[in-house]
């Protein structure tokens, strides 16, 4: 059974920054495609940052370049989102998602959701102006 478990949400000032870490297990990354989404009050869930581990294909939302970075510690199943220069646009509740990899059309321009088969609970992130 894949179990996913984000940590690291808050309440930050506009401008701050925060980490995000989504504890893995049942599954090894090094075959996963992993990512995180966001879904925020009455908006759709988008895709933030995807990573393919096998190689290294990543993908970020254009309205996140330049200031998330994805990363993953593969040793410690362990995925990580670190979010700087947040705008109060970011406050969402933030998921992490697993899939075996094959079965992710994942590009650097493209990390479909609907592909994704297992899901943690979510984190809340609150960014004030």
């Known amino acids: 059974e894949v179990k996913l478990v984000e940590s690291g949400g808050g309440l930050v000032q506009a401008g701050g920054s925060l980490r995000l870490s989504c504890a893995a297990s049942?599954?090894?990354?090094?075959?996963?495609?992993i990512g995180w989404f966001r879904q925020a009050p009455g908006k759709e869930r988008e895709g933030v940052s995807c990573?393919?581990?096998?190689?290294?294909?990543?993908y970020y939302a254009d309205s996140v370049k330049g200031r998330f970075t994805i990363s993953s510690d593969n040793a410690k199943n362990t995925m990580y989102l670190q979010m700087n220069s947040l705008k109060p646009e970011d406050t969402a509740v933030y998921y992490c998602?697993?899939?075996?990899?094959?079965?992710?059309?994942?590009?650097?321009?493209?990390?479909?959701?609907?592909?994704?088969?297992?899901w943690g609970q979510g984190t809340q992130v609150t960014v004030s102006s």
């Open positions: 998602a697993a899939q075996y990899s094959p079965l992710v059309p994942l590009s650097a321009s493209s990390c479909p959701g609907s592909f994704f088969g297992s």
């Open positions: 049942g599954i090894t990354f090094d075959d996963y495609a």
């Open positions: 990573i393919r581990s096998s190689d290294g294909v990543t």
